[in-house]
């Protein structure tokens, strides 16, 4: 079964540009996140899908982030304009909701953005 | 105070040692638990769940004290495999997962 893909793995910006990041999860799962996670960190959830609708967005600074997940598929995180402190890895991760399962997030390789 | 709480370590143990990690947690009616392991420059992945009875799989065993809201971790006969950071994951409601910062362990030989 192929894993949550994402894209670019890598990328590099300055500040005040923009920048996209994609992730397809894995088929069927209804709920898909958008972790950030700053170097020594956990992955802070920045927004979380379930279908296309969003469940929580609380923690996204939405002045300069957003997302989409039309269709209920895949994903699509932006930066627009970037800072220096969004230098992290971007991670994007689905789950299956499922009683007694509902702990089990698949995460994607990530996206590694670093701000100039 | 943060919603989980880790000690970020480094565990530095020989191979062979027995090591325990506590996460603590502020929301009392948080629901389930779980520790993930996170390899350098890689994506987290779920290592085990936390059930109440406490749990065992292997060398691993992770119990749940909710009077005292921490979850714990113990490794048996560490491997040099085992080197990771451990992610302490508390599911606060309707599938709300937040991370704590995770503890870095090292095991040499």
């Known amino acids: 079964e192929a894993g949550v893909a994402q894209s670019p793995r890598y990328k590099i910006i300055e500040k005040r540009q923009s920048v996209a990041f994609w992730c397809n999860p894995i088929s069927g799962h209804a709920t898909l996140y958008w972790y950030q996670q700053i170097l020594g960190q956990g992955p802070k959830l920045l927004i979380q899908?379930?279908?296309?609708?969003?469940?929580?967005d609380s923690q996204l600074p939405k002045d300069r982030f957003s997302a989409e997940r039309l269709k209920g598929v895949d994903s699509t995180l932006k930066i627009q304009p970037a800072k220096l402190e969004d230098s992290a890895v971007y991670l994007c991760a689905s789950s299956f909701l499922l009683a007694g399962r509902a702990g089990e997030l698949f995460f994607g390789e990530g996206s590694r953005l670093t701000v100039l | 105070r943060k919603e989980v709480e880790q000690d970020p370590g480094p565990f530095n143990v020989p191979e062979g040692a027995t090591v325990a990690f506590n996460c603590t947690y502020s929301?009392?009616?948080?629901?389930?638990f779980f520790w993930y392991r996170q390899d350098c420059r890689k994506e987290p992945k779920l290592l085990m769940s936390?059930?109440?009875s406490g749990n065992e799989d292997g060398r691993f065993t992770a119990q749940l004290n909710r009077a005292s809201q921490y979850i714990s971790l113990l490794i048996r006969d560490s491997k040099l495999s085992d080197s990771a950071t451990y992610l302490c994951v508390v599911n606060k409601y309707g599938n709300k997962l937040v991370f704590g910062a995770g503890t870095i362990l090292r095991v040499k030989s």
């Open positions: 936390v059930y109440s």
């Open positions: 899908f379930q279908n296309n609708g969003v469940v929580d």
């Open positions: 929301n009392s009616a948080s629901q389930s």
